[in-house]
């Protein structure tokens, strides 16, 4: 647990525990992703090619520093019109972390076939 005061986190708007201050405009920037396009306009003028890699999928998309605010809108507009979430169907196969173990008989099949697979491979490239 951090005991120093600059580890916590203040509300919008302060710099120390004393303000306590709330800070609304600088709320809904945050919201709205003002630090994002102003983190888009510096990259773009320091670094050109990590504003391409860090911001590949708006470049894509054709998202610049100006059109964040709205984007962010038309998606808050959106949630409010429909708040129920909504699953996409992922294509392919999916992960599976645990697979099923095997028994004794079928890891030596399974080790057969690898042999013979190797042994196959050798003869041909000889």
């Not at 600088?26 to 050109?48: C, N, P, Y």
């Not at 054709?62 to 998606?75: C, F, K, L, N, Q």
């Amino acid at each position: 647990i951090p005991h120093k005061c600059k580890f916590l986190s203040f509300p919008f708007g302060s710099t120390t525990l004393e303000e306590k201050s709330y800070d609304a405009d600088a709320h809904r920037a945050r919201i709205f992703g003002s630090h994002v396009s102003s983190w888009m306009d510096e990259l773009e003028e320091k670094d050109q090619a990590l504003y391409q890699r860090q911001f590949s999928a708006y470049v894509a998309a054709g998202i610049t520093s100006e059109d964040i605010e709205g984007m962010y809108e038309r998606v808050h507009a959106a949630i409010r019109a429909n708040p129920q979430r909504t699953t996409v169907a992922k294509e392919g196969k999916p992960n599976s972390f645990n697979q099923k173990k095997l028994n004794l008989k079928q890891r030596k099949e399974r080790v057969a076939t690898k042999k013979a697979v190797m042994t196959n491979r050798l003869m041909a490239s000889m």
